[in-house]
DNA sequence: ATGGTTGTCATACAA
């Protein structure tokens, strides 16, 4: 069965819930992993999502920031929101999809939004840079154990990490900025290892192929600009790995009105 | 070297 799933930090999915209907009429992944959510789970907005053909829903959330959810056309089961660095604030999701989704049965599907890590790459200077590298490392301890159970799994997110040269418009440029130092990149590399995961975009479009899907905010014409970064991302374990057919990012909906500052990531697999 | 924008929640703060 062809399988299909995006990963996108939506950045408010109150304020750009028609943008999300608009997404799953055109593109209709069977299940969508969303970041930056900044919604409380009683604000959750549920019936557009649920119209839109997508019955299987599982959030976390806290007012005003971070927030997870996953949009799936087919069951879901074991929803385990998780804790991490002892803050309940809302940045991972893993479920199973469930019993009844043909050869998508059992799959496991990990959802993450990793803190962004501030202005400064010096945990002794700032405390958010150094809550960065400790998620990462609990997300690290946490995939080396999973890795043992070998359930076929999806990891994907907003990794806020651009680990390889080309997932930046300028290397030399961003070495020393946030999201693209050698510690991050390499800690993030070696987590995906230590995980047993394949990035699949760089399995499809190795380098020196430049993939991004973030561009900021601030830039005056993003589009010609083009100065961004890949930081949502898509795993796989090595048994899906063979399996997937494309990764592909919608550039098009970064243009569309009042956008997030991040694109949809989408893979398609064969299972 | 600096500031540039956006979202939430209401005044800074995070990204």
């Not at 069977?30 to 930056?36: N, P």
């Not at 202005?119 to 690290?140: C, G, S, V, W, Y």
């Not at 930081?231 to 098009?252: F, K, N, Q, Y």
Request: aromatic residues 8%; hydrophobic residues 40%.
């Amino acid at each position: 069965m062809r399988f299909s799933i995006t990963t996108w930090n939506i950045n408010s999915v109150r304020l750009r819930i028609d943008q999300i209907t608009r997404f799953l009429a055109e593109q209709a992944p069977d299940v969508l992993c969303l970041q930056e959510t900044k919604c409380p789970v009683d604000q959750f907005p549920e019936k557009p999502i649920r119209a839109a053909g997508y019955d299987h829903v599982a959030y976390a959330g806290m007012k005003g920031y971070n927030g997870v959810a996953i949009l799936s056309k087919l069951p879901l089961a074991e929803i385990d929101i998780r804790e991490h660095c002892g803050k309940a604030d809302a940045r991972h999701i893993a479920l199973r999809i469930g019993p009844g989704a043909g050869e998508a049965s059992g799959l496991r599907i990990e959802n993450f939004y990793v803190p962004a890590g501030g202005d400064i790459p010096d945990t002794a200077l700032n405390p958010k840079f150094a809550h960065k590298l400790q998620f990462l490392a609990e997300m690290r301890a946490q995939a080396e154990k999973a890795r043992a159970g070998a359930a076929p799994t999806i990891l994907v997110g907003d990794l806020n990490i651009a680990p390889l040269e080309h997932d930046v418009w300028s290397h030399r440029q961003l070495l020393d900025v946030v999201s693209h130092t050698p510690v991050e990149t390499a800690t993030l590399e070696e987590l995906r290892e230590a995980a047993g995961l394949v990035d699949a975009a760089r399995l499809l479009r190795p380098q020196p192929e430049k993939i991004y899907s973030w561009w900021s905010y601030r830039s005056p014409d993003w589009a010609a600009a083009d100065k961004g970064r890949r930081l949502d991302h898509i795993w796989l374990s090595p048994d899906l790995a063979p399996t997937c057919r494309s990764v592909e990012v919608l550039r098009d909906a970064r243009g569309w009105d009042r956008p997030s500052d991040h694109a949809p990531v989408t893979a398609v697999l064969e299972l």
